[in-house]
Every structure is written in structure tokens, then in C-alpha cells.
């Protein structure tokens, strides 16, 4: 991860750890909170999902990135599956700003490394029922494979 990051930060591209059930707990979730105790560490951005269910507390490496100047991110990252195609785009966020022609992506960057930019989410979290029924499916196609 750690390696994987910083070849990111040397392509100049801005490295985002998006939330997953799987990705935060047991010793995946220990690595970062281990980035995020590291003082040298560069800073990063974490990455809220939609797919993230509406009873589950916001993460608690959330608070903990925010304090370090790590930012937030909303985005949809739906699930590889059927059901989900209807997903993209439904859980995100907004930034305002002027755009270049000639370089919008370099724009947006500097955008989201400002410290100033507000970052407005928008949509809603999944519903209990829904995030059981993609968990279960998601799985047993795993396990198919």
C-alpha cells in the first residue's frame, strides 16, 4: 500500500483510499491507521462510498484523517454487479471554481489540495436491506469463482 501510494504522489496524481466493508477491517484497516499515525506520511485523501450503509457510524479513520489535513471524498463506487448499474454517480460531491480549457484536470487538482475548496456531498448512504443483498451476492460470486 505504502509503496503503491507513493508511486502515485510521484506521478502527480492524488491517491484516494475509498471505505469498503472488507478494506478497513482485520489487517487491512491496521495499515492504515499505521499511515495515518505516521507523522512523515504524505498527505492523502480516503474515500466515502454510497454503498456504505445508513446504520453503519461514520468511520472513525474519518475524524482521525481530518485532523491530519486528509480530506474526505464522496464518491458512488458501485459494486460489480447488475443491480448496481443504476449507481454511478448518485453518491458524490461537488466543488466550485473556474476551469481552464486547456488544463481542467489540473484545475480540479489544485482545487482539491486547497485546504479552502469546499467539498459539498451529496446522495445518500444505502438502505440496510440493499447493502445485505449486494454483500451476500458479491460474495457468492466470489466464492463461485
Known amino acids: 500500500l505504502d509503496v503503491t501510494i507513493k508511486a502515485i504522489l510521484s506521478a502527480e496524481g492524488i491517491p484516494i483510499l475509498p471505505w469498503g466493508v472488507g478494506k478497513w477491517i482485520g489487517n487491512r ?18 474515500g466515502d462510498n454510497g454503498g456504505r450503509p445508513v446504520f453503519w457510524s461514520r468511520p472513525v479513520l474519518f475524524t482521525q484523517a481530518e485532523k491530519k489535513g486528509w480530506r474526505i471524498l464522496p464518491g458512488s463506487d458501485p459494486l460489480p454487479l447488475a443491480s448496481e448499474s443504476c449507481r454511478p454517480g448518485s453518491f458524490g460531491f461537488t466543488i466550485q471554481g473556474s476551469l ?12 482539491l489540495l486547497n485546504p479552502m475548496t469546499a467539498i459539498q456531498a451529496y446522495g445518500s448512504l444505502e438502505n440496510p436491506w440493499r447493502f445485505i443483498r449486494n454483500q451476500l451476492a458479491i460474495r457468492s460470486r466470489k466464492n463461485s469463482n
Do not use: A, H, T, W
Open 29 to 46: 484497516g491496521k495499515l492504515l491507521y499505521k499511515l495515518l499515525e505516521d507523522k512523515n506520511f504524505p498527505k492523502l485523501f480516503l
Open 100 to 111: 481552464s480549457s486547456e488544463k481542467p484536470g489540473k484545475d480540479i487538482k489544485e482545487m
